[in-house]
């Protein structure tokens, strides 16, 4: 699609021009599908390629630096890992991709996010890019220099178009999943706060280089140490996405909010062969697009969990057949002390047997007090 296409944020028609272009909702389908995997698996699950074939042909895993060795024992199988609270770890093989994220664990030492594939992964680079490939994804990241004198914006810019050189030199060409870890998010740089800066960066370069009607999934949260990173997971295919009902799309948000609105999709479903994902992009206490229960954690977290309700909601109607794998689950708390308290609700949504990583993060407005991100795959 044309540069020019990029939906320009502001504009409810423009919004309704995406609506109408975005895939219907495969409801019709969804039962045939369902029923025809049922019968897949009665008939061919004994001794059948289905049963050869993996699942799941990524996924992820949080682990402590104990629990990570196990992982990084197969290390042909890594996409790539990102460090909380940890730099790069000797025992880590030269060829595996690794960032350090600037975010602490909310509690304990130092924990990893490992992005793990069904397939052998190559390793890549291009430019300051780093990353990873396996048959159907690519893992990659970029630590952002902010010690020259260029502005944040500028340094936004020029590291997501690296990304998407990078994208488009190893033939994965379409983002699925963004994760921005700024520092000082909320702090005011000559009039204008980091995350608005941060908005028109990324803005201008989705602007010259996206080739999707609308923006991935994302998540925005600012750490406390270090440099500010980008990493991302790139496909060959897009992936379907879905926005909450209850929500303003956040690249609709009104000007209030920054001179560029964000650019992110709430959700989305990435399909390969019979596979499905789910990715829930951050999720706060927003409703429309105004922050609710300011200075209220409780009713902040049950508004946060009715968002990501309504979400998972909005995706089963859009999925083929249900995801029943494990949740993978993010939370950011900006005072550590209110893990205990977002817990229950965690459990409530995804289970208790979700996955989970608290991070110590400061959510890109100030108002808010924790945020949620999701991951789940079919079976
Ligand atoms: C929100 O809903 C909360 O700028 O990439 C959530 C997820 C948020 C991603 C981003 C920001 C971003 O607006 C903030």
Partial sequence: MPAENWPDRRSRALRQAYASKAPAPRRGSAQAIVEGAVLQVSLLSPDSSISREPAANFAVHYANLHTALALLAQPSRILGVVGYGIERPGVLPPACPFVAAPLLPAAGGAMFEIWTAASPCRPCQVGPVIGACSDDLAFGAIKLDETGKASLEAAVEAAYLNIFDFMQDIGFQTPIRFWNYLTSITDHDQGLERYRRFNIG???????????????VASGVGGHQGAPVIYFLAAREPAMTIENPRQVSAYAYPP?????????????????????????????????????????????????????RALIGAAAQAATAPLSGRWSVKIYVQDPGDCAAVEPAVDAVFGADAERLYLRGDICRSDLLMEIEAFRRSA
């Fill in 202 to 216: 990324r803005h201008r370069a989705f602007s010259a280089r996206l080739r999707q009607q609308v923006p991935p």
């Fill in 256 to 308: 209030i909010y920054g001179p560029c609105s964000p650019s992110f999709s709430r959700a989305s479903i990435y399909a390969r062969a019979s596979a499905e994902s789910l990715f829930i992009s951050g999720t706060a206490s927003i409703v429309g697009h105004e922050t609710r229960h300011r200075g209220d954690l409780p009713g902040q977290i049950a508004e946060t969990a009715a968002n990501l």
